[in-house]
């Protein structure tokens, strides 16, 4: 499942207010680079769990990240919008290599 907000949207603002922070999956780059990443949010009203793809501007393991907008259907003319994925957790207990 996938929602869509307008950046910087009243709507977007309220989805936050419900949201808390669970992870991060680092997608390009160190913490004290600029990089890409994906935010894990939990919703406890819904017990849903939620990735949005995220960048941090500056340097720096303190420096403030935003989200990641595009163009609605990827034309210039639609708006910029963020969009969260619905994800499910999974543990991984143990990776096991085997020789070829």
Request: glycine fraction near 4%; charge should be negative; proline fraction near 2%.
């Amino acid at each position: 499942m996938k929602l869509e907000f307008i950046e910087d949207s009243v709507e977007l603002k309220e989805f936050e207010k419900t949201l808390k922070w669970k992870d991060q999956d680092n997608v390009e780059g160190d913490l004290d680079d600029y990089h890409t990443f994906d935010a894990i949010y939990y919703q406890e009203s819904s017990g849903k769990y939620y990735s949005v793809s995220m960048t941090r501007s500056s340097g720096g393991i303190y420096s403030k990240a935003r989200y990641s907008a595009y163009h609605r259907n990827f034309k210039n003319s639609e708006p910029l919008v963020v969009n969260f994925h619905e994800v499910k957790p999974v543990e991984v207990v143990r990776i096991e290599w085997e020789m070829c």
